[in-house]
């Protein structure tokens, strides 16, 4: 494995904050002096495109590193205004992927494999797609810990213990040593009682795992991939830049727990 730590940011979920966490995490954390890489393991590449990386489908990608076996020294980006950040991005040629990984030998190590002689890097982000296939299954490989989005709404428990459940696999088959970062409840609404449910009942069944930040659900969260930035930058003083700031600081905290 590589120096830095290996996050996998997964739910097999659509929709439930992954890109946004893995995208807003990596800026956090670079703010705080952390050397960062961001690697985007989904073939909508949004990750890419909401940090103003704009690639056309045969441009040099993740899909050349992980299919193909090329350096990923050799794809890696940095976006503008973000030093300390690099990218390794995806377009959309990664949608072949879990077809043609079907066929190669050690299929799920891939990218385990890609990252092993990376050094230098406080983090490695992975953004996941929404599914448990290949390239989730690639991500989960190759990380030490899994950090989980979930979104305050009726069915996450219902979500969580599918995931829990290729946790538990993953460990057993693939990589023995996998854990769990945290859980890190998204999208939350301040006025909705539900909302307020959802991470009580999390919490009560998870208590370790959940940040005690809440990522809220904020119009500028949503409108910074469009202008190619993190929230931090984007709206550096608003609600999202600092939930995302406390999460970074919470993370940093239980990982010096995790490495003393
Ligand atoms: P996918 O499974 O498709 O990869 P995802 O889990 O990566 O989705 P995101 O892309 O991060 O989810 O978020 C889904 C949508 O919700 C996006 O339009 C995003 O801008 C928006 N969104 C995410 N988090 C928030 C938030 N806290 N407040 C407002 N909008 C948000
Ligand atoms: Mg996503």
């Not at 097999?12 to 960062?36: C, D, F, I, P, S």
């Not at 390239?135 to 995931?163: D, R």
């Not at 809440?214 to 929230?231: N, Q």
């Amino acid at each position: 494995m590589p120096s830095g730590r290996v996050l996998a940011i997964c739910n097999q979920k659509g929709g439930v904050g992954k890109t946004t966490t893995a995208v807003n995490l990596a800026a956090a954390l670079v703010e705080r002096g952390r050397r960062v890489l961001l690697v985007d393991v989904d073939p909508q590449s949004n990750a890419s495109s909401g940090l103003g990386l704009t690639l056309g489908p045969s441009d040099p990608s993740i899909y050349d590193v992980i299919v193909l076996g090329q350096p990923i020294n050799d794809i890696l980006q940095r976006p503008p205004h973000m030093d300390g950040l690099d990218v390794a991005p995806a377009t959309l040629s990664l949608a072949g992927a879990e077809l043609e990984l079907a066929d190669l030998a050690r299929r799920e190590y891939r990218l385990r494999y890609a990252l092993e002689g990376l050094h230098g890097y406080d983090y490695i982000l992975l953004d996941s797609p929404p599914s448990l296939a290949l390239l989730t299954i690639n991500c989960l490989v190759a990380a030490h810990a899994m950090l989980i989005p979930l979104q305050c709404e009726y069915y996450a428990l219902e979500g969580l213990s599918l995931l829990t459940h290729t946790h538990h696999l993953v460990r057993q088959e693939l990589n023995p040593s996998l854990t769990i970062a945290g859980i890190v409840m998204t999208l939350f609404d301040s006025r909705t009682l539900l909302s307020a449910q959802v991470v009580t009942e999390v919490r009560q069944r998870f208590p370790a795992e959940v940040f005690s930040t809440l990522i809220p659900r904020t119009v500028r969260l949503s409108e910074a991939p469009s202008h190619g930035l993190p929230v931090t930058l984007y709206d550096p003083d608003g609600k999202g830049a600092q939930a995302y700031r406390a999460l970074a600081a919470e993370l940093l905290a239980r990982d010096a727990l995790v490495a003393a």
